[in-house]
């Protein structure tokens, strides 16, 4: 199964995924960690994206596409993935389109966790990350909100979007997730 999880910053997406990857035996795909690994490691994208990241802001397409395709011709890809993080505009979105086309691949449904925005701060207050200063949060839910949400009727338009209520403890929101999947396997096979 291909899928993409779609969530605002501290929606509970990197737990989901993780439990999601480990049911489906697919590898979970998180750009924000493929571009922490590469700054880490100080490689030449990573220092780019650096001070993008730092600054709550989005990094330019062209440093985050060739990791993409990269990552979804690996041969673990092959049965399908987890998409996390990726797309997060609609150009990311229609490049997708084409990396997927373009390797006779296509996506079974997307996710989105809802979650109401002052439950996202009461969160963020609660577990204060590095990158979780509340000036850059904030900046990182508006950068969700007028960039990232708008994929949200792109694919509801496709009839692959399930929206999910992000609120609850994470066995509750995994139950959610798994009738979700259950759906779009379900309309994959009369495909
Ligand atoms: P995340 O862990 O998904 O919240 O990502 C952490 C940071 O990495 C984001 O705040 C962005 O600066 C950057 N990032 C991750 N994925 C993307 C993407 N698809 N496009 C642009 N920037 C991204």
């Known amino acids: 199964m291909r ?35 590469a700054v880490r490691e100080g490689t030449p994208a990573g220092r780019q994206a650096a001070a993008y990241m730092e600054q ?34 609609l150009s990311q979105a229609a490049t997708l389109d084409e990396l997927l086309e373009r390797q006779a691949m296509s996506l079974d449904g997307v996710i989105e966790l809802a979650v109401p925005r002052d439950e996202l701060v009461r969160r963020m207050l609660a577990r204060k990350r590095e990158d979780d200063d509340p000036e850059i949060f904030s900046r990182r839910i508006v950068s969700f909100e007028e960039q990232t949400a708008p994929l949200l009727d792109y694919y509801s338009r496709q009839g692959k979007l399930a929206s999910i209520d992000g609120l609850g403890s994470a066995d509750e ?15 994959s096979r009369r495909r």
């Open 56 to 89: 709550g802001r989005l990094v330019p397409d062209a440093l985050i596409v060739g990791m993409v395709n990269q990552r979804l011709q690996a041969p673990d890809c092959r049965e399908g993935c987890l998409l996390d993080g990726f797309p997060r505009t």
């Open 173 to 187: 929101i995994f139950a959610r997730v798994r009738l979700a999947v259950e759906r779009f396997r379900m309309r």
């Open 3 to 37: 899928l993409i999880l779609i969530g605002p910053p501290g929606a509970g997406k990197g737990t989901q995924c993780q439990r999601l990857a480990g049911m489906l035996q697919v590898p979970h795909l998180s750009t924000g960690e493929m571009l922490r690994v």
